[in-house]
Each structure stands twice: as structure tokens, then as C-alpha cells.
């Protein structure tokens, strides 16, 4: 099955500094990779998500991008906030015989912190 | 709407005990999942259903049951509970599989003591 390893575990940032965390997976029939935020003792949310065939979108500070040779993507987020302290999730969606039944695959997370 | 919801917030279980988690959307989304997050870690699949009457297996299915009688409701039943299930359980929902967001429930934080 697909496997997602996410890094690094913990960040720490300077408020307005950038901050960058990097996921691979092993399946190469993977073909979506959402990215999730969970403030503490919250539920996670989307923020952004990518398709295998894009190799980068953005959203304000946020952007994702992909290189599907290598198998891996990643999560930047420019002029951090305060407000971005969270974990953050990425995660693979395999497709196998063109039907993924949107099952997930996620990484371990990465607390982010920013310090004001 | 209400979106994603689940009762219980909190439950603390006494090791062989049953119960179930529920799981209501009203967004009328045809898919709904079943995750545990353990701490430290991330979420993983327990099981999951692409419509009424249709379950699967995800990841981590051993000692959990589902069924999906309506579009709108997806309980998970423990049976047994063993200490290893302790965790936060959440549920969520999309309106189709692939591509579509997930969106989740506020969770279930199981203790089984």
C-alpha cells in the first residue's frame, strides 16, 4: 500500500520568516495530495491541494508543489503568522485501476510554530 | 448545515466493553471514512463507504464493524475494546472520492482503561 513520509516533525519560525515541510510516498499511481491544518484539539481542514498533473499552485501564502518523478511535494507558507501555529498533515490519494474511493493516506504531521 | 457531526466528545471505556461512535453528515455527500489519530501520529483509515449499504475495509480495520443504512449517518462499532484503541476517532465525508475534500467531524476521544 501507499506509504507518505513527512518531515520535519517539529518547526519553528520567526513570524514573517517562510517555513517549508516535505512529504514522499512510495505508490507512484498516487494522483492527489491535499494538505491539512489541525489547530489544537480541532478537526482537520483542507488548506490546499495538489493534482498529479500540476506541478505547483498557490493560494495567497500558501503554495504546493509537486515533481512526481521524484515522488515527493511540499508545503510552503511565506510571511508566517502567529495564526499558522498548527499541525499540518499531507497526505496521497493512490489510484488503483483509475478508482481511489478517496482513500487517504497521511503523514505523520509536522508542528509548525511561529513565534511573534 | 451542520456539516460533519459525532457524539460522544469524550468516552472512557472499561477493557471488553462495546460502543458505538456516531456519524451524521448533512451535506449529502455520497463517501464518509472513518480515521483514528493516535498521538504523535497521523490519521488512519479504519474503514470507509462509498454509499448506502457499501463499507470497506481502510487501513486499520481489526476490532471495528460499520454499517450504512442511509447517506447520511455511518456509525462505528467497537467491540470488545482493547487499551490499543484509545484515540481520537474522527469521521468526515466527501461528496465523491476522488479529488473531492474531506471534510471532518470535531472527533470522538476514546480512553479504554
Known amino acids: 500500500g501507499e506509504n507518505v513520509e513527512q518531515h520535519p516533525s517539529t518547526l519553528s519560525v520567526q513570524e514573517g520568516d517562510s517555513a517549508v515541510i516535505k512529504c514522499t510516498y512510495s505508490?507512484?499511481?498516487?494522483?492527489?495530495f491535499p494538505w491539512y491544518k489541525q489547530e489544537l484539539g480541532k478537526r482537520p481542514q483542507l488548506i490546499i491541494d495538489?493534482?498529479?498533473?500540476?506541478g505547483e499552485k498557490k493560494d495567497q501564502r500558501i503554495a504546493v508543489t509537486l515533481n512526481k518523478t521524484a515522488k515527493h511535494f511540499s508545503l510552503h507558507i511565506t510571511e508566517t503568522q502567529p495564526e499558522d501555529s498548527a499541525v499540518y498533515f499531507c497526505?496521497?490519494?493512490?489510484?488503483?485501476?483509475?478508482?481511489?474511493?478517496?482513500?487517504?493516506?497521511f503523514g505523520q504531521g509536522t508542528i509548525l510554530t511561529v513565534h511573534p | 448545515n451542520a456539516g460533519v457531526t459525532q457524539t460522544p466528545k469524550f468516552r472512557i471505556l472499561k477493557i471488553g466493553q462495546s460502543m458505538t461512535l456516531q456519524c451524521t453528515q448533512d451535506m449529502n455527500h455520497n463517501y464518509m471514512y472513518w480515521y483514528r489519530q493516535d498521538p504523535g501520529m497521523g490519521l488512519k483509515l479504519i474503514y470507509y463507504?462509498?454509499?448506502?449499504?457499501?463499507?470497506d475495509k481502510g487501513e486499520v480495520p481489526n476490532g471495528y464493524n460499520v454499517s450504512r443504512s442511509t447517506t447520511e449517518d455511518f456509525p462505528l462499532r467497537l467491540e470488545l475494546a482493547a487499551p490499543s484503541q484509545t484515540s481520537v476517532y474522527f469521521c468526515a465525508s466527501s461528496y465523491w472520492g476522488s479529488y473531492n475534500e474531506q471534510f471532518f467531524g470535531p472527533g470522538t476521544r476514546l480512553t479504554v482503561l
Open positions: 495538489i493534482r498529479s498533473n500540476v
Open positions: 463507504s462509498v454509499g448506502a449499504g457499501i463499507t
Open positions: 497526505a496521497a490519494m493512490p489510484n488503483s485501476g483509475g478508482t481511489s474511493y478517496g482513500k487517504l493516506t
Open positions: 505508490d507512484s499511481a498516487s494522483n492527489y
